[in-house]
């Protein structure tokens, strides 16, 4: 479960953001939704630890995570939070089964290789292990992407634009397979997109 209370950030003093509160609980979705320039990214990248918030609480599974040092919030990022950008990123040199296995590692866990199989079965790219991300669509990348996040079972789920470079098709399959994964290890889910099609996939919405 993951709820945040005053979170406000700044570039400088004229880009400023004071975002809404946020409350999303275990094996739930939350939508947060706004236009260009709105501040998605911002949040997104507070809520991943990417970047520190000026003010704010955000309480990760009863852990608030104010006040944590550089070392914890890589820690905290790389064990109980997986992030999925618009566009993946793949160390290119390595094989799809080694770049899954590599969160693991980053996640100071054992390398699961009965989980790098069930997770390309369960979303279609088993068939793909031993080759390079690069060698693989932008459509199945994406997919190794989900699995990626997925590796270390995190509690919370973070996607940035999931959807934006997607047919209406792939855009409903890939938008089910994010909630139905989220669902099975019962993370909290939390999307942020300009894509008004997926208002009608999440009953809970925040607008930016
Ligand atoms: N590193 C930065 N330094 C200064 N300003 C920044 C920085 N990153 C983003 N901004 C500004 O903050 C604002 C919000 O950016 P952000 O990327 O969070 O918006 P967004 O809602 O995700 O937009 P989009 O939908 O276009 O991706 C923008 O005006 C952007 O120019």
């Not at 996640?107 to 279609?124: I, M, N, R, T, W």
């Not at 989900?146 to 209406?168: F, G, K, Q, V, Y």
């Not at 208002?199 to 930016?208: A, Q, T």
Request: net charge neutral.
């Amino acid at each position: 479960m993951i709820y945040t209370h005053g979170l406000h950030f700044a570039y400088h003093q004229s880009k400023q953001f004071s975002f809404p509160d946020l409350h999303c609980e275990d094996g739930e979705t939350l939508l947060i939704l706004g236009e260009s320039g709105k501040g998605k990214t911002t949040l997104l990248h507070t809520l991943g630890l990417l970047i520190k918030p000026d003010r704010g609480q955000m309480v990760l599974d009863g852990r608030n995570l104010e006040g944590l040092t550089q070392k914890e919030m890589v820690q905290t990022r790389a064990q109980q939070i997986g992030i999925i950008y618009q566009k993946a990123h793949f160390v290119s040199s390595l094989s799809v089964r080694d770049n899954l296995l590599l969160a693991n590692y980053l996640g100071a866990k054992e390398q699961d290789a009965q989980k790098v199989k069930y997770l390309s079965e369960e979303l279609g790219f088993a068939g793909h292990l031993d080759k390079r991300p690069w060698q693989l669509s932008q459509g199945e990348q994406q997919r190794v992407s989900i699995a990626r996040c997925l590796m270390n079972s995190p509690r919370l789920l973070l996607a940035d634009e999931p959807t934006s470079s997607l047919d209406d098709n792939n855009c409903h399959k890939v938008i089910g397979l994010l909630k139905a994964q989220s669902e099975a290890i019962g993370a909290s889910l939390l999307v942020v997109t300009h894509d008004q099609r997926l208002k009608d996939e999440f009953p809970n919405r925040v607008f930016l």
